[in-house]
């Protein structure tokens, strides 16, 4: 199970205690916002990518989008976004609850700048009823590979 993947992963950082689950689905930004009680732009969303050599994980501010430009700067090739079809065998999470915690090799995961104005979000957690609230450093932390980007513009 998904959420059971991002939790083992957040266990060697002893976090995964503090993995909230509804009731009700927060599989979008303003589900999960109603959800946990906060406003959509603090939601973490985590965005899969095709690039050349894989796939892009983008975890940016709920209230961010991609900016081509930006994006192809950052990439060397054009935003292109995974199939909801295959999002699941490619990153180890369905769409809904596609987050940076225990995704498949060969992903990369990028934390855009759009969260850095913000004391803590809340990303998703492998399934579509799940969070945990974190400060930007704290996602850097908790995944160590992970680099930043400035992809996004906000809506």
Not at 2 to 28: I, P
Not at 47 to 71: Q, T
Request: hydrophobic share 40%; net charge negative.
């Amino acid at each position: 199970m998904s959420l059971e993947r991002a939790k083992e992963h957040l266990r060697k950082y002893g976090r995964d205690g503090d993995v909230m689950e509804f009731d009700v689905s927060s599989a979008t930004v303003k589900l999960a916002a109603k959800a946990v009680g906060c406003e959509p732009a603090r939601i973490a969303k985590t965005l899969s990518f095709e690039i050349d050599d894989g796939v892009a994980l983008i975890v940016c501010a709920g209230d961010a989008r991609i900016a081509n430009p930006k994006f192809k700067e950052a990439f060397h090739c054009k935003a292109k976004m995974i199939d909801p079809a295959e999002v699941e065998r490619l990153v180890g999470h369905g769409v809904g609850g596609v987050c940076p915690f225990g995704v498949d090799d060969g992903c990369k995961v990028y934390l855009d700048e759009s969260l850095r104005r913000f004391e803590t979000v809340f990303p998703a957690c492998g399934s579509s009823n799940s969070a945990i609230e974190l400060a930007p450093a704290e996602l850097e932390e908790i995944i160590p590979s992970s680099a930043w980007v400035d992809v996004c513009k906000l809506q």
